[in-house]
Each structure stands twice: as structure tokens, then as C-alpha cells.
């Protein structure tokens, strides 16, 4: 059946006034949102890596670099020691180097405002794109991660199988003027009560509508 998508976000707004953003911790807000090169940065840093271990790292790394001009530039062993709670620090540090490096010789050190120009930094796919278009620009799009793909698909608002379709899917179903609220509901709601393995329906607000949690019920009924 067709869900009431804008009824479903309103819910999950309700639910908590806590919002998800790339390199943001839960009661931990970020300053850095309106920079896209910061929101850039932390966005890569976010990549399989707790909230909290982002949000520290990232405060550490623009503590001391705050400018592409100034991150290029930057010792490669400093960099590693400054961002170490992230997964893969190292590797990581030498792409938001080279980023920051490219951002200044080709494009006059501004974040690009395509998804195109950002796909092609080191590090950056399109999630990360997306994010950093949304967030950071205020664009219109909708940046699907592991929790929105999840929650989408077991709420029944797409049936796909791959990010990329889902955030295809999810351009059709939600109305434009709520594309740049998915993400920051369906994160934390992920992360709080539609978790992966048992999702907490007891206190989900919008179980009603979920395809899951009826067919779970179904089950019950039948046995």
C-alpha cells in the first residue's frame, strides 16, 4: 500500500528534537555545518566510524587546520595522530590531504557543488556527496547511508537492493520538500529504535505503517 510519507517524518521529527548530521554525536551539536569544506572533511571521516569518535576527531583536526590551504600543507604524521579514533586514520588522513590539496589548485579552494566534481575526490562517493550538498548548501537531495537503505526497505517505502536505487526510489515517493530531512530522522531513528538486528517496535511511532512489524504481527496471528 502507498504510505504517508510527510505523516511518517512528521512522526520521527516528534519522536526526539536530536538530528543527525555528518561529524555530529548524539547531545553533542557541531559548529562546522554552514562550512562545506569542514562539513566535507568530516563527512570523510565519518566513513565506518562511531559518531562520537567523528565528532572528536574532527574538533581536533580543525582546531588546528581549518582551511584546504592550510590541510594541504599539513605533516601527513600529524594528521594521522589528530583524527586517530576514526576507522582507517591513516588511509584517511592521506585523502583529506590530497582533497584539500586538489580543492585549492583547481578550484580556487571552494567545495565543487556538483555531485559529479565531489564524486571525483579521493574518498568521496556519492552518499558523500549528497551529504555535503545537502547539509552544507542546503540542496535539494537525499543522502541514503546504511540506515536510511535499511529503514526505507523494511518500511516498505522502496524495495531495492543497492543505496544508489534507493535514493533513486525515495526521489519519487517523498515529497522535494522533505528530501533533505530524511537522513537526519532516519539516522538517529536507525540508531535508537529501527536498529539492525531488533528493532524496538514497542516503542516505534510509526509501526503502524511499517511492512516489517505487520508481517511480524501476521506471523503471530497465524501461529
Known sequence: MEKPVREILRRLAERSDDRAMPGSAKGMPITWAADPFKMLISTVLSQR?????????????????DTPQKLMSAPLEEVEEL????????GKARAIIEISRILTERHGGEVPKTVEELD???????????????????????CVDTHVHRISNRIGLVRTTTPDRTEE???????????????????????EVCTPLRPK???????????????????????
Not at 583524527?83 to 591513516?90: A, G
Not at 556527496?129 to 537525499?142: E, P
Request: with cysteine.
Open 169 to 191: 526510489e525515495l526521489m519519487d515517493v517523498v515529497p522535494r520538500d522533505l528530501w533533505r530531512s530524511v537522513n537526519e530522522l532516519l539516522v538517529r531513528f536507525g540508531q
Open 201 to 223: 517496535h514497542d516503542i516505534c511511532p510509526i509501526r503502524e505503517f511499517c511492512d516489517l512489524y505487520l508481517e511480524e504481527q501476521e506471523g503471530k496471528g497465524r501461529a
Open 49 to 65: 566510524t562511531r559518531d562520537e569518535s567523528t565528532h572528536a576527531a574532527s574538533g581536533r583536526l580543525f582546531g588546528r587546520y
Open 83 to 90: 583524527i586517530r579514533p576514526v576507522n582507517f586514520h591513516k
Open 120 to 142: 571525483a575526490l579521493p574518498l568521496v562517493g556519492r552518499k558523500t556527496a549528497t551529504c555535503v550538498l545537502s547539509y552544507a548548501y542546503d540542496l535539494d537531495y537525499i
